[in-house]
C-alpha cells in the first residue's frame, strides 16, 4: 500500500498559498500509508516538464529537508504539485525506487502492485513495476497499458506531450477527488476522510468529494479552459483476470482475458486443474536477462513443465534470482498462478515468482491433498498440499503442529508463517 497527493489548480499566486500547506500536510500525514520513501513533482502553467525531487526518507523526515523545504515554500506558485509515500513491494529502498518515476514524457506516481511488469513492453528491464509502466505509457499509451497489467492500482501521471494530467486506477486502490468551491483547483488523495479534514484545517471550503469511476481515464488538460476543474473522460477497458483476491487468488468464471495478444477461456485453467489458483511445475531451464537488475542481483526467468501431461505445456516465471534457482535444484515448485494462454496449440503458463514454494517428490501428496481446499494467509483459501508446506516448520511461535481442520481460526504473519490456535487465542493474536 503506497499514498498519492496532490492539487490541480487554475488559480493565479496568492498571499500564504494555502494549496500549498494542504499539499505539504498531506504529505506528512500520508505517511500512514507509506513510510519507505517520498517524492514529489511540481510545476507552473508556463513549465513543460514537472521538478521532482525524491529520498528514500518517510515524509516527516523528507520535508526537514533544505530543498525540499525550499520547493514547497507557500510563496512559490505552483499550480500542479503531486506527492507520493512508498510502502516499498518490488525493488530495494532507495533514492532511485522512490516515485515519482520520469521517463521520457511521462511523470508517474503509482499506488498499488502489479504482478506481470515484465511482460509490458521492455519489461523485463526494470526491477520496479511503477518504472514499468511509466516506460509503458511512454512508448504504447494508456489505453494499451491497462489492458495488460494484472494487479492493483492507482495511476496519476503528467504527460508533456499534451501537457495533461491524468487519472486512472481500478477497484483494488481508491482515490479521492476534492473540488473547491470556487471550481478553480482540485485536491487529490488515496484517503478521502484525511483530505476532508486537511483541506478544512487550511480554511479550503469544498463543493464535494467524489471518487473516479473505475476504468474510466480522466484527463486534464493544463491551461484549457476550466481545466483544473473539467476532465476528459474516457472508459478504458481493463485485464480481466481469470485469477482474483489475495496472493494465490481464486478462480473467476467465464473470464476472457488477453496476454501477449493471445486470447484464451477460463477452460484452460480446469483443464490443467489450475482452479486453486496455484500451479505445480517441474523447473528445467533459467535464462538470465540481458539487462543487469539495479540492485546488482542476477535475475531471470524459470521455464518448466507441467507433470502427468502427454502434451508439453510450459510454465514461465519471471524476476527469480540465480541464487534462489540454484536452491530450488531438482525439486518441483508450486506457485500461485498469474494467467495462461496458448502458443502453437500448447498452454503457457505464469507463475507468480512472489509466491512460491520448492518441494520434493514425496512431499507432492495425494489428489485429496491436491483438490481440497482451506483457508490459509491473507484468508486466501489453498490446498491442502500447500497448508502443509506453509506449516511443516509448525507455529512461528511455540514451534508446536498446526492442523489443517484448525485452518479457519488460525493466524499468519505478514509473510507467510502460521500461528497455531492455542497461540493466537492465548496472545489475541490479528484481533
Known amino acids: 500500500m503506497c499514498g498519492i497527493v496532490g492539487v490541480l489548480s487554475t488559480e493565479a499566486y496568492r498571499y500564504d498559498n494555502p494549496n500549498t500547506k494542504f499539499f505539504k500536510q498531506a504529505l506528512f500525514a500520508d505517511t500512514l500509508r507509506g513510510a519507505d520513501s517520498s517524492g514529489i513533482a511540481v510545476m507552473e502553467l508556463k513549465d513543460d516538464y514537472p521538478l521532482l525531487y525524491k529520498k528514500a526518507l518517510s515524509a516527516p523526515d523528507f520535508l526537514q529537508l533544505k530543498q525540499a523545504d525550499d ?49 509490458l513492453p521492455d519489461g523485463k528491464d526494470f526491477t520496479v513495476d511503477s518504472e514499468a ?73 469544498l463543493e464535494s468529494i467524489i471518487q473516479p469511476n473505475v476504468g474510466f481515464h480522466y484527463k486534464y488538460i493544463v491551461g484549457a479552459k476550466d481545466w483544473a476543474t473539467t476532465p476528459e473522460v474516457k472508459e478504458l477497458p481493463l485485464a480481466v483476470p481469470f485469477i482474483s483476491g489475495g496472493s494465490l487468488g481464486k478462480k473467476t468464471g467465464g473470464g476472457v482475458t488477453t496476454f501477449s495478444n493471445n486470447t484464451v477461456s477460463a477452460a484452460i485453467y480446469s483443464k490443467f486443474n489450475l482452479s486453486g489458483g496455484e500451479v505445480a511445475f517441474i523447473p528445467y531451464d533459467f535464462a538470465v536477462y540481458k539487462q543487469a537488475s539495479s540492485d546488482g542481483v542476477i535475475r531471470g526467468m524459470v521455464s518448466g513443465y507441467l507433470p502427468d501431461t502427454t502434451e508439453y505445456h510450459q510454465v514461465r516465471m519471471h524476476a527469480v534470482s540465480e541464487k534462489d534457482y540454484d536452491d530450488i535444484g531438482d525439486r518441483y515448485i508450486l506457485a500461485g498462478l498469474r494467467s495462461a494462454c496458448m502458443e502453437n496449440g500448447n498452454a503457457v503458463i505464469y507463475a507468480d515468482s512472489s509466491d512460491y514454494i520448492a518441494y520434493s517428490e514425496d512431499e507432492r501428496g495425494t489428489e485429496e491433498d491436491e483438490t481440497t481446499f482451506v483457508q490459509g494467509p491473507h484468508k486466501v483459501m489453498i490446498s491442502l498440499k500447500t497448508f502443509d508446506l506453509y506449516t511443516k516448520h509448525g507455529c512461528e511461535m511455540c514451534e508446536g503442529n498446526v492442523f489443517p481442520e484448525d485452518a479457519a481460526a488460525l493466524s499468519w504473519t505478514t509473510d507467510g508463517f502460521p500461528i497455531c490456535r492455542d497461540c493466537t487465542d492465548r496472545n489475541a493474536w490479528g484481533q
Open 71 to 119: 520547493i514547497l515554500d507557500v510563496y512559490n506558485d505552483w499550480n500542479i504539485m503531486i506527492g507520493h509515500n512508498r510502502a516499498a513491494t518490488k525493488g530495494g529502498v532507495t533514492d532511485l525506487t522512490s516515485h515519482p518515476f520520469q521517463i521520457g514524457d511521462i511523470t508517474l506516481v503509482h499506488n498499488g502492485t502489479i504482478n506481470n511488469h515484465q511482460l
Open 133 to 205: 509502466i511509466t516506460h509503458a505509457i511512454n512508448k504504447v499509451g494508456i489505453a494499451e497499458v491497462v489492458q495488460e497489467i494484472d494487479g492493483a492500482f492507482t495511476l496519476v501521471w503528467y504527460d508533456a506531450r499534451d501537457k495533461s494530467v491524468n487519472f486512472i486506477r481500478n477497484k483494488e486502490r481508491p482515490l479521492h477527488i476534492g473540488i473547491t468551491k470556487d471550481k478553480d483547483t482540485i485536491l487529490f488523495a488515496s484517503e478521502g476522510s484525511m483530505l476532508k479534514w486537511i483541506a478544512i484545517r487550511n480554511g479550503i471550503e
